[in-house]
Each structure stands twice: as structure tokens, then as C-alpha cells.
């Protein structure tokens, strides 16, 4: 197809999509490309979403490789294009060697393109294509929140949000993050899409869990979108050896009990830069405790001592964390009525120390008890 190139330079700031179908080769890889605006820093880029079978594939361009994309891959690639612009379409078909171009008038208003910058609200918006998370079952096909899954969707959109407080001006190019206790990993999707396709990142994403059949399943799910960089594994945190190279980040959202510890563990071994924690079921204290402090009164009744444990877990893991040389902030990372387990660790780690753990110590055995991350700490050399 020709001529294209000359209307996208006559309407670059008026476009809304471009969609180039019908291949002139049909063994050409991608059935379908749409061209999308977006802006970002101040800037119009524009994103492929490029087709593969039920794949998608992502890449962010700026105007002159858009142009230089359509000369070379776009115009000889498909024979049909369909130029979408405020209050105008425009038809390229090429047939026997020739292209027909029919204009339009299109009742379009002109909408500004979306950011992809930093607006929180908007950092995974209801009705994006995220085609994933309706594998996942968080988006109907028409990517509206599933009712059942809005308190989900609101822990993994603000945790994808404090991350973005932290990554937003990084000029990282590449980053290994890790995921234990990933689950159906909802969290871990959102944060490949969001490095990958709103920061352009290229990513390592690992996830662990004990669930062989959850794994299985997020492993399909990772390779039928292409998310080369998206990885499961199955394993007990607590026990395996796991990835023994660089890490930038680790992740936890209600990993169980002590599977949080060892992911801290990791996190203070292997000196990684930063750590964004929410614990979730801290049985570990709970089960040892017995009165012996001055907080006796609080393991009076039940209830009482089960918060109490779950807070001085927390408490603990906090200052170990502080001890290795990490900059610890505990804070609700969503309201308590999307999820009662709603504390964050996030952490960054300033300069690696070896912690003297004395204090810490001496208040855990007034009360009689161990605690995971503090004893695996003390193995550390
Ligand atoms: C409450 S779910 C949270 C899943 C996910 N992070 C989310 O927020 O949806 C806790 C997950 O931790 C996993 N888990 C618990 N103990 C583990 C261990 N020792 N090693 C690996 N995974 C573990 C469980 O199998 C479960 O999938």
C-alpha cells in the first residue's frame, strides 16, 4: 500500500488507531496489527498491539519509527488498512498492485490521547485491553472488573501503584523481580503488563508456589500472550534453593505465614534493592506465645492475642529489615474493606549491614517464642 505515511504525518496529532489487516503473506506472523496513541513524559508514542493466534504482543514506537514501521512492515505486510482520526476514516485496500484510498467523514470527536505516564487512578484502567487478567478471571471479555474480583483488582492495582512511586523516573532497562507464594498470580501479570507495556522495562518475572496446577496454568496463560519474561515455578519457599541470580525486587501479597519470612530472607541474602511485602496469616508467634512480657494482658483472650502476635510478627520482620540496612515504611496499602490483611511492608535497601539482633531476642523470649526471620537471619554469614 502506498501513500500512507503522507496522512499519518497530515493527521499525527488527530489520529485514534490504525488497523492493519488482511496479509499479503499469509504466513506472515501477526494476523492483525491496531496502532494505538498514547503519551508519555509529555510525548505522543504509539502502541502496536500485534496478533499472533490468541497471543498478543506488545511494542511502544515513537512517530518517526511508527513511520518507518508502516514503510516497511505495515504497507507490505497487509493489504487493508483502516485510518481512524478525529472526524475522519480513511481505507487503504491494495489490489492487483494497486491502493485505494476512500476517505470518510466520521462522527469521531476528538479525544486526547491516554497517559501512560503517572496517574494513579489510571494505571489499570477498567475497560484497558489486558487480555490476561480475562484469563484470570478479574476482567470480563469486555474488560469490565468481574463483581467477585473487585477487592482483588484494588489490592493489585495499588500495589502496581506504589511500585510505580518508586519505578516511574527509573532509567532502568531491565529488572528480575521474584514472587513468593504468586498464587493465581494476578499480582505477578500485572506487574510483566505494567513494566513491559506502560514503563517499556523489559522484565524477568518469577513466580513460586507450592500449587503444581496453579502453576500449570498461569505457565499456559503467560505463553499464550507471548510474556516470554513471565515464569512459574513450583516450590516451597520455605525449603528450595531458588533463583540464585540478581534480583531488583521482591514481591510478596498474603504469602503464608512463614513463606513471607523466607522471602525476606531472600530479599536481606541477596542483597536486593527493594522489597514491597504484604504478610498475611502470621500463625508462627500465635502458636508459641505464652504470657512473660509486660503486654501480658493482651493474650487474655483470643482475639486480642492473635492480633497482638500478627503485629509483633510484622513489628519483627520491620526491624530485622532495618537492621540489614533497609529503609522500612509500614503502611496500609489498601483500605481494611478490600482486604482485612491490608499492611505493607516497603522497604529499600540503603547499605547492606550485618544486624546485631540482641534486642529483638531478648523481647521474643520474654514471650517464649521463635521467629523464622530473625533465627535465618542469624545463620547468615
Ligand atoms: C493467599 S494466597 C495468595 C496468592 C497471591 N499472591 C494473591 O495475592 O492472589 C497464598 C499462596 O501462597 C502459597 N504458599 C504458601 N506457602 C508456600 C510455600 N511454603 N511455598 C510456596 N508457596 C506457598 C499458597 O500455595 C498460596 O497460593
Known amino acids: 500500500m502506498t501513500g500512507i505515511t503522507d496522512d499519518l504525518r497530515a493527521l499525527q496529532t488527530q489520529l485514534q488507531k490504525l488497523t492493519f489487516s488482511d496479509r499479503a503473506d499469509p504466513a506472515y506472523e501477526f494476523q492483525k496489527v491496531c496502532v494505538r496513541p498514547f503519551l508519555q513524559k509529555g510525548g505522543l508514542r504509539f502502541q502496536l498491539e500485534q496478533f499472533r493466534g490468541a497471543q498478543v504482543f506488545h511494542k511502544n514506537l515513537d512517530f518517526p519509527a511508527l513511520l518507518e514501521w508502516v514503510e516497511t512492515t505495515g504497507a507490505v505486510q497487509y493489504r487493508q488498512l483502516l485510518l481512524s482520526a478525529a472526524g475522519t476514516e480513511i481505507q487503504y485496500t491494495e489490489k492487483g498492485g494497486k491502493t485505494r484510498r476512500r476517505v470518510r467523514a466520521a462522527d469521531r470527536p476528538a479525544i486526547a490521547p491516554q497517559t501512560h505516564d503517572r496517574q494513579k487512578q489510571y494505571l489499570l484502567r477498567e475497560g484497558e485491553n489486558i487480555p490476561a487478567l480475562v484469563d484470570l478471571g478479574v476482567f470480563t471479555r469486555d ?3 468481574v463483581k467477585s474480583k473487585y477487592d482483588k483488582y484494588k489490592q493489585i492495582n495499588r500495589f502496581v501503584e506504589l511500585i510505580d512511586d518508586v519505578f516511574q523516573k527509573s532509567d532502568k532497562k531491565e529488572l528480575t523481580i521474584l514472587d513468593f507464594g504468586c498464587g493465581k498470580s494476578y499480582l505477578t501479570f500485572i506487574l510483566y503488563y505494567y513494566f513491559t507495556v506502560l514503563r517499556g522495562i523489559k522484565v524477568t518475572v518469577l513466580g513460586f508456589d507450592l500449587k503444581a496446577d496453579v502453576v ?34 521482591v514481591v510478596t501479597l498474603h504469602a503464608c505465614d512463614t513463606a513471607t519470612d523466607y522471602a525476606l530472607l531472600h530479599a536481606i541474602a541477596h542483597r536486593v ?16 506465645i505464652r504470657p512473660g512480657g509486660d503486654f501480658d494482658l493482651l493474650l487474655r483472650h483470643g482475639l486480642l492475642q492473635e492480633r497482638f502476635s500478627a503485629l509483633l510478627t510484622d513489628a519483627v520482620r520491620a526491624e530485622v529489615l532495618r537492621l540489614c540496612g533497609y529503609e522500612v515504611d509500614v503502611i496500609e496499602f489498601v483500605d481494611f474493606e478490600h482486604s482485612p490483611k491490608n499492611l505493607m511492608l516497603r522497604c529499600r535497601l540503603k547499605e547492606s549491614k550485618t544486624p546485631d539482633l540482641g534486642a529483638i531476642e531478648a523481647l521474643l523470649e520474654q514471650y517464649g517464642v521463635k521467629q523464622t526471620l530473625v533465627e535465618e537471619v542469624k545463620k547468615l554469614k
Not at 496463560?221 to 519474561?229: N, S, W
Not at 534493592?273 to 508459641?288: D, K, L, R
Open 143 to 145: 474488560y469490565k472488573i
Open 216 to 249: 500449570a496454568r498461569c505457565n499456559e496463560i503467560a505463553q499464550r500472550y507471548g510474556y516470554d519474561g513471565l515464569r512459574f515455578y513450583v516450590n516451597d519457599v520455605t525449603t528450595d534453593r531458588l533463583f540464585e541470580g540478581k534480583v531488583d525486587m
Open 273 to 288: 534493592p527493594h522489597v514491597f511485602s504484604v504478610p498475611c496469616c502470621q500463625h508462627e508467634i500465635n502458636a508459641q
